[in-house]
């Protein structure tokens, strides 16, 4: 497999755009916010606190102390009216082939965005996420491999009930705020729903990790106030996500898995589908994209993720040498140096 890497401006403008908008989502709290620091088992987190209106919660998570968001917060107090730069930058990515979701689903992800949920440490999983990392890798990624015509959403099950913050609606209601059509899909259980549809069929599926082997059809996210599907192999996929972003509109600031995690991730997912499952070849496709890309910038990343997950046990390790057997020599040779 081939990629072509983009030139070094139009890397430059997607960090531009990342920074203005980290800037921006916290300015969006207001004139006269504060940001609060709070210490927790050793380690720093950061909220910002806004004037506060009737039912909000008057407190907001923003996240972990680092060096990155200190800079955030200090570059947050002084944006103002970015917008049509930000939408002028997007339009010059999408310009130079890099890849962006249909309209509907920047719209449901602008509504994720806003409502709270990326900051939440909730994630893009599945091909929308992958339709990001052609702009924070620097290459175009193969057009077959990013067409989707659904949503997939994870949260951390531990992070979802330790977080001292949530969304002041429902998730239903966050995704009317884009689509008023859609509806939840009941479980067994009528009252509970992990996954949500429109009448015409597009899908947003909201999923979490498995915490043991008899996990229930459904676990509740309270951060995000609805229901969401547990499933095997998620734990590894969230254990590190970063940010990224979406090109719409004027930018939207979501959170991914980390390339190598979501390459080594679908490799085993691959092998869990059944054969009929057309998503069984865009797996292997995305897998062998990231591997490509990540062999030249970052391979100690990838065989890392790799290590990693060949080392959690048996079941693991015949899933991901059934899907390396299938990937070219080349590709092979990355992951197995």
Do not use: C
């Not at 916010?33 to 407190?59: D, I």
């Not at 965005?113 to 994630?123: H, I, N, P, S, Y």
């Not at 609805?226 to 004027?250: I, K, N, S, Y």
């Not at 797996?283 to 990231?290: F, H, M, R, V």
């Amino acid at each position: 497999m081939t990629l072509q890497r983009l030139p070094l401006a139009i890397h430059t403008n997607v960090a531009e755009l990342l920074d203005q908008l980290r800037a921006a989502g916290i300015a969006e709290f207001g004139e006269g916010a504060s940001f609060l620091r709070r210490e927790r088992k050793g380690r720093f987190y950061w909220y910002v606190r806004s004037r506060q209106t009737q039912g909000e919660r008057p407190e907001r998570y923003l996240g972990l102390e680092t060096p990155h968001l200190l800079a955030t917060i200090e570059r947050a107090k002084s944006v103002k009216g970015a917008a049509e730069g930000r939408r002028l930058l997007v339009r010059s990515l999408r310009a130079a082939g890099l890849h962006a979701p249909d309209e509907r689903t920047g719209r449901i992800l602008t509504a994720l965005a806003q409502a709270g949920v990326f900051r939440l440490r909730a994630a893009v999983v599945g091909t929308v996420a992958f339709q990001t990392y052609g702009a924070s890798l620097g290459f175009l990624l193969p057009a077959q491999a990013v067409r989707t015509g659904d949503l997939d959403i994870a949260q951390d099950y531990g992070i979802s009930v330790t977080i001292d913050d949530g969304l002041d609606r429902s998730f239903l209601d966050v995704l009317r705020a884009a689509d008023p059509t859609f509806a939840p899909v009941p479980k067994l259980d009528p009252s509970k729903s992990a996954a949500y549809r429109t009448p015409d069929g597009y899908a947003v599926d909201v999923l979490t990790t498995s915490r043991h082997a008899g996990d229930e059809e459904t676990s509740r996210l309270d951060a995000l106030n609805t229901d969401a599907t547990p499933l095997r192999f998620m734990d590894f996929l969230l254990r590190e996500t970063v940010e990224a972003a979406v090109l719409h509109g004027d930018g939207v600031l979501v959170r991914v898995p980390t390339p190598a995690r979501y390459a080594v991730h679908k490799l085993i997912i691959s092998r869990k589908r059944s054969q009929a499952n057309p998503k069984r070849r865009k797996d292997l496709e995305q897998a062998q994209a990231l591997i490509h890309a990540l062999s030249q910038d970052d391979p100690f990343a990838l065989r890392d993720a790799y290590a990693e997950a060949r080392d959690r046990g048996e079941a693991w390790r015949e899933l991901l040498d059934q899907a390396v057997s299938l990937l070219p020599a080349d590709a092979r040779a990355v992951l197995e140096s």
